[in-house]
Nanobody
Framework: QLQASGGGLVQPGGSLRLSCAAS????????MSWFRQAPGKEREFVSA????????LYADSVKGRFTMSRDNVKKTVHLQMISLKPEDTAVYYC???????????????????WGQGTLVTVSS
């Protein structure tokens, strides 16, 4: 079970911190990722951290503005978002999978577990 939170309405240039709390799974064994889906668009990859907690991967559109982190003890992952733009408006989903390989890490179909999504709206 994954529970995402932290979304809301923010002005362009603002910041938000999303959280994803995991229950019933051992977080350290899972690749954890964030995806987002804007209205009328396909779900797209945002960021991922592999099991070994190596440097996160980011979509080019968010690189330098978003920072993903994980806390295996607290079973939580976070997505710190700064310098938000209107095009960042979307429902953000956290996802987890034990077996996804690096080459498939950006593909939504690679993940078995999904949170319910949290809406981020960037607007003045």
């Amino acid at each position: 079970q994954l529970q995402a939170s932290g979304g809301g309405l923010v002005q362009p240039g603002g910041s938000l911190r999303l959280s994803c709390a995991a229950s019933e799974i051992s977080l350290s064994r899972y690749v954890m990722s964030w995806f987002r889906q804007a209205p009328g668009k396909e779900r797209e990859f945002v960021s991922a951290i592999n099991r070994g907690n190596l440097n996160p991967l980011y979509a080019d559109s968010v690189k330098g503005r978003f920072t993903m982190s994980r806390d295996n003890v607290k079973k939580t992952v976070h997505l710190q978002m700064i310098s938000l733009k209107p095009e960042d408006t979307a429902v953000y989903y956290c996802a987890a999978d034990r077996q996804v390989i690096t080459s498939n890490i950006r593909r939504p179909v690679s993940y078995d577990y999904w949170g319910q999504g949290t809406l981020v709206t960037v607007s003045s």
